[in-house]
């Protein structure tokens, strides 16, 4: 179990820029997170896939945000045209199938910087 | 819809002392509860989870927390605060079901003072 894993766990960028983040979940897991998390604030689901399936996206996840995992395996957020509000940690977490009392397990999150 | 409150944003305490993090939920059912802990600049650690076995729960470091149906709440409670206690503590709901959105509180920051 290596864990979960995100990268990259720093990004600066001016706005109006693109990024993307990648995260590669626990290998058997087949449930997929990404949350969003502003300075004092919990996490704020963005969207949820099983498999390579997204299955639900919150209204936090505008237009700019698009979210896949192609192969059911790793997945990416892209941002594009960046703007200021963006900066947060985007964390993105994985479970295994079965029902909603499976815990979530964390990466460390990609903390993004807007200039 | 599910909502989490985390009473006290600050929780400060000597070492030694005990530990008394709050959660309360709003649900008509009651959902699944956990406690996670967050390091600065680190993901988020399961500590630990209820789902409707046994209602005291203990977790890892030596937390436990008691679901109280009646009180709709789910406090994280150790004996004896260390000084590595130290952290962000998150109390998360999600419903019931095949599906584990989770929804988060907005968090408590404990500081443990020598």
């Known amino acids: 179990d290596t864990g979960v894993s995100q990268d990259p766990r720093h990004k600066i960028t001016k706005r109006g820029q693109n990024v993307t983040f990648r995260c590669d979940p626990i290998s058997e897991h087949n449930r997929l997170y990404w949350y969003r998390q502003t300075l004092g604030q919990g996490p704020e689901f963005l969207t949820y896939f099983q498999n390579e399936a997204q299955l639900e996206k919150s209204r936090l996840l505008s237009d700019r945000f698009s979210a896949e995992r192609p192969k059911g395996s790793f997945s990416t957020l892209e941002i594009q045209r960046t703007e200021q509000g963006d900066s947060a940690m985007y964390l993105c977490a994985s479970s295994s199938g079965g029902g909603s009392n499976q815990p979530q397990h964390f990466g460390d999150g990609t903390r993004l910087s807007i200039l | 819809a599910q909502s989490v409150t985390q009473l006290g944003s600050h929780v400060s305490v000597s070492e030694g002392a005990l530990v008394l993090l709050r959660c309360n939920y709003s649900s008509s059912v009651p959902p699944y509860l956990f406690w996670y802990v967050q390091y600065p600049n680190q993901g988020l650690q399961l500590l630990l989870k209820y789902t409707s076995a046994a209602t005291l729960v203990k977790g890892i470091n030596g937390f436990e927390a008691e679901f109280k149906k009646s009180e709709t709440s789910f406090h994280l409670t150790k004996p004896s605060a260390h000084m590595s206690d130290a952290a962000e503590y998150f109390c998360?709901?999600?419903?019931?079901?095949?599906?584990?959105?989770?929804?988060f509180g907005s968090g408590t920051k404990l500081n443990v003072k020598p």
């Open positions: 998360a709901v999600t419903p019931r079901g095949n599906f584990n959105k989770f929804y």
